[in-house]
């Protein structure tokens, strides 16, 4: 039976582009598999945009396609999703939206929250799931706690020593995994470039540099059941002294059209021993656990070939591509997003409402003027 899907991508993010690639990607995806997708634009500006059926990337180069209709997001009594006409409006009713935004505040919980208040049903996440994959110092932290192996993490402070040695990685404390990473020798230069990025100023964290760590990826999803792919080892380019997987080489060398998704050099499986791979399906199920995403994620690894530990690195809980080409061997694309916009629909994560109280702190509160006493300061 054919459903009606809506398909959210771009947003307020240094990654919109990305989402734009993915957002197009799903709606072919979901379009010659039979359903109907309803395409909803995010420009940077702050518009939202129901776009024809079919763009292209080139598209949107220029900024909203030709032939888009705005969209009014409204929240209140009567919320939702509605396309102004000449003459009345019409409500956007899909039977669930799948976001693809990519960074930001879309994957980083806003999203997720919007459309709690919408009450439509939407892929993503809860808030809090997608708030603790984003913001780095938080998600190491959590590791920490579950005893989930990852490498030292720790805030960037300005006054504060780091409690390991350099040279060290500079991450950004909120935002994707690839842009604006820097390795630097010291703390004081690590300060420096805290002070100096555009990506970093809002907060970073340090990790040790340990050029010798491979990449490693491996996806989860959790509709029908938890389920995970097949690892997966990035192939960096010969070109990349840094030894870092980096946003070029994770998102544009796949060559034309591609958008580095599908065709980004790789081993799929990664070459490497059973137990590893099996250590890393493991990992994936625990980071599923403790952070609650739901959905369609990916977590990123980090091997020491050498000694065989295996780290934790970072968790994306609305992944490049939807990571469509890490299911490809075992899950038609088709068959993944559905299963994403399934359980959007028929789990819904949805806030707890107010009024647990039933009025007694509102009847025993008495006047407001009386808990003013004493909040005007110190007195002389």
Not at 153 to 175: D, N
Not at 281 to 310: C, K, M, P
């Amino acid at each position: 039976m054919s459903e009606t899907w809506a398909v959210l991508f771009g947003g307020p993010s240094p990654e919109h582009e990305i989402s734009i690639l993915t957002g197009l990607q799903a709606e072919r995806v979901l379009t010659q598999a039979g359903d109907t997708v309803l395409p909803i634009y995010w420009a940077p500006a702050g518009g939202w945009y129901l776009v024809p059926t079919g763009t292209e990337a080139k598209d949107y180069l220029e900024g909203v396609p030709a032939g888009s209709k705005s969209i009014e997001v409204r929240v209140g009594d009567k919320p939702g999703l509605f396309v102004k006409k000449r003459f009345g409006e019409d409500e956007l009713e899909p039977s669930a939206v799948l976001v693809t935004l990519h960074g930001g505040i879309g994957e980083g919980g806003g999203a997720a929250a919007l459309f709690t208040l919408l009450g439509m049903p939407a892929t993503g996440s809860s808030l809090f799931a997608g708030a603790v994959g984003m913001d780095k110092l938080a998600f190491g932290g959590l590791l920490g706690t579950a005893g989930i192996p990852s490498l030292p993490r720790e805030l960037l402070s300005q006054t504060r020593e780091p409690s390991f040695a350099g040279p060290y990685i500079v991450k950004p404390r909120f935002g994707g995994s690839s842009i604006g990473i820097e390795i630097v020798e010291d703390v004081a230069s690590a300060r420096a470039v805290g002070k100096a990025s555009t990506h970093l100023r809002a907060g970073a964290v340090l990790e040790p540099y340990r050029p010798e760590l491979v990449d490693l990826n491996i996806a989860f999803r959790t509709h029908p059941t938890l389920e995970v792919t097949q690892l997966e080892k990035p192939l960096r380019g010969g070109s990349n002294e840094s030894g870092l997987y980096s946003y070029a080489e994770k998102y544009l060398a796949g060559g034309a059209g591609d958008g580095g998704f599908t065709n980004a050099p790789r081993e799929l499986p990664a070459n490497v021993a059973p137990a590893i791979a099996e250590r890393a399906a493991e990992l994936a199920a625990q980071v599923a656990e403790v952070t609650g995403l739901t959905g369609i994620a990916r977590v990123d690894l980090l091997l020491d070939e050498t000694s065989g530990e295996l780290f934790v690195n970072e968790v994306n809980s609305i992944p490049g591509a939807m990571s469509l080409y890490l299911w490809a061997p075992q899950v038609p694309a088709a068959e993944v997003l559905r299963g994403a916009l399934v359980e959007a629909r028929d789990k819904r994560w949805v806030l707890p409402s107010g009024g647990f109280g039933s009025g007694a702190a509102l009847r025993a509160a008495g006047g407001i003027a009386g808990k003013l006493v004493g909040l005007d300061g110190p007195r002389g």
